[in-house]
Every structure is written in C-alpha cells, then in structure tokens.
C-alpha cells in the first residue's frame, strides 16, 4: 500500500544527494506521481539541500537534515529542516534573468529554480532551526509554467 | 554519472549518462577544462542519456562555454530530453547557450 508520507534523516555530506533521489523516486512512484512531478520534487530539494550543506554550517562538523515529503489531497508538502545558520531562501535575490554569457552570474540559481518548481515556499526560524515549508499542487492539468520574481 | 569522450573530424564530444548534480559536476568540469587545457575549440555535448541536471550542471557548462569563447571556440549542446531541456529554460540559458536537437544538427553546425 502507498505511504503517503515519508520522513528521512540525511548527514550534511553531498553524497547523500543519491539518498534524497531515491527516496523521492520511492515516493513518488508508489503514489502514482508523474516522472515530471518527481523531476521537479527531485531537483527543488537537491537545490535547497545542496545549499545548506554549501553554506549553512559554520563548523565542520556533521549536521543532520531531516526531510518529510507528504501528499494531502492533490498536493505534495515537503519539510525541509537543519540546525544551520539562519538563512531565508524566500528573501534570497533572484538572478538576472536578462543577462548576456558575458555578464551571467550564477549566484542564486538553485534557489531560483526550487521557487520556480513549487506552488508555495514558506520558511519559519524556530527552536534555532530553519524550517521551510514547499507545497506543489499536482492537479493533472499543470498551467504553464510562469518565470517567477524573487 | 558516467562520461564518454568521443572525438569526431577535430571536435570533441561528450556523451552524458545518468545525473550531473551538485556530486558530480566536478568530475565534469574536470573533463571539460582538461580538454580545453589541450587545445580544444570545438565541443558537442551529447544529452541523449542524461536524465537529470540541477544548477551545479549549469554552472558548470556556463563556466566552460566561456572558457572556450576566450578561445575563440565554441560548445554545442545536442539532444536533451525534455525535463533536461526545462531546466535550461526555467533558468534563462536557453536565451544564450545553444541547444540543437540532434547530434547531426550539432556536427554540422561546424
């Protein structure tokens, strides 16, 4: 039977990149979620994971992230929360979106791209924790995606 | 994420397989710079087999594509499957890098 929700603990090492994919795919798969949907689960928590493991621990120490994906009536939340620096992706700078090869900086990018994959981004500092709330609606008939500001 | 190098009447062509994420972009770049480091002007890179990219592959195709411009050289990027392709879209890329469909389109873009 389909579990509708997953809750996983992940070290603060980029390898585990192989662990969040498998187990979105996991996931994904036994709620019947279209190879698109997964794509873009996959790649906005790569995104945000990858981030805080880049810049979010000023020791170098190894620091859990523990990651909880649920889908509740059409829509998928996923939980995102480390003991890291505080730090707001929300309030993140978007990229230029109208440079020229010369100009392109790449600063920003993963986080631009896991706004641009989900409905919804919430991020919430608590008990020293970072908390962030992503929601993805999975109707079947998707709109056209739409570059986002910020 | 496996990579083949191929080479082709002078140009250089690399076939991706599997992820190029944040754990294996560096591999990539390696391999890219490595090639540029030994002359190369001309490169396809072959998307055929790779079925997932995030911003740490971007990164690393926007660095070497301006490497090689330095150089006066030139990097084509042939035959992405659709997610693939999204992604350069939903980040702008597609605006300045250039996407062909097939291998044939990039060979005889040269």
Redesign the interface.
Same mark, same amino acid.
Do not use: M, P, Q
């Given at each position: 039977m389909a579990k509708n929700k997953v809750s996983f603990k992940l070290k603060s090492k980029l390898c585990e990149l192989d662990n969040l994919c498998e187990q979105v795919e996991r996931f994904g798969k036994s709620n019947g979620l279209s190879s698109k949907c997964i794509f873009e689960a996959n790649l906005a928590l790569d995104e945000l994971f990858t981030n805080i493991i880049s810049y979010g621990f000023n020791d170098k120490k190894e620091h859990i992230i523990e990651i909880t994906i649920a889908l509740k009536n059409n829509t998928l939340v996923f939980h995102i929360e480390d003991d890291g620096i505080p730090f707001n992706p929300t309030e993140a700078d978007a990229p230029d979106m109208e440079c020229t090869i010369e100009d392109c900086k790449i600063g920003g990018l993963g986080i631009y791209l896991a706004k641009n994959l989900m409905d919804e981004v919430c991020y919430q500092r608590c008990n020293e924790k970072n908390i962030l709330t992503l929601k993805k609606n999975i109707d079947e008939a998707e709109p056209v995606k739409k570059r986002v500001k910020g | 994420m496996e990579i083949i190098e191929e080479s082709q009447g002078g140009i250089n062509i690399f076939k991706l397989n599997g /992820?190029l =994420? @944040?754990?294996t972009s560096q591999g990539f770049e390696k391999k890219l710079f490595q090639a540029i480091d030994d002359g190369s002007k001309s490169m396809i890179i072959d998307f055929k087999d790779l079925e997932?990219i @995030? @911003? &740490?592959g !971007? /990164?690393v195709i926007?660095k070497a594509? #301006?490497a090689l #411009?330095r150089e006066d050289g030139k990097m084509l990027l042939c035959d992405m499957q =659709?997610?693939v392709k999204?992604?350069f879209e939903? &980040?702008?890329f597609d605006s300045? !890098?250039p996407i062909v469909g097939s291998m044939d389109d990039a060979l005889q873009a040269f």
């Open positions: - | /992820r =994420d @944040s754990n997932y @995030s @911003s &740490a !971007l /990164r926007l594509t #301006k #411009k =659709d997610y999204e992604v939903i &980040a702008g300045f !890098l």
